[in-house]
């Protein structure tokens, strides 16, 4: 069982910047994404990494988040920079093999992910 940990959460005012972490960055058995949740809405997919370190984003965030991966230390990243009150959720980062064979904005469907971190609030005031 994969254990995923996030952190890196807080609040910022509208504008500001805030990079999330999420280790273990797992295996070439997986891929990765991160994941967010508003209250009363539904999970939405953020952004996704493949094995080739090619992301694909939410059309909302692109331009303003970037996803990458840390090999050497085994962790994922979130820098989000520029965010705005709608931006205000629980972010979680996620695992899946199914997350693999997707591509384009498929890989952003949380049902593709099998292992999921506890999330991190991120909070941005206007």
């Known amino acids: 069982q994969v254990q995923l940990v996030e952190s890196g959460g807080g609040s910022v005012q509208a504008g500001g910047s805030l990079t999330l972490s999420c280790a273990p960055a797992t295996d070439s058995s997986v891929c990765m994404g991160w994941f967010r949740q508003a209250p009363g809405k539904e999970r939405e997919g953020v952004a996704h990494?493949?094995?080739?370190?090619?992301?694909t984003y939410a059309d909302s965030v692109k331009g303003r988040f970037t996803i990458s991966i840390d090999n050497n230390k085994n962790i994922l990243h979130l820098q989000m920079n520029m965010l705005q009150p709608d931006d205000t959720a629980i972010y979680y980062c996620?695992?899946?093999?199914?997350?693999?064979?997707?591509?384009?904005?498929?890989?952003?469907?949380?049902?593709?992910?099998?292992?999921w971190g506890q999330g991190t609030q991120v909070t941005v005031s206007s």
């Open positions: 996620a695992a899946g093999r199914l997350a693999c064979y997707a591509s384009d904005h498929f890989t952003l469907i949380h049902t593709l992910y099998d292992h």
């Open positions: 990494i493949d094995h080739n370190g090619l992301p």
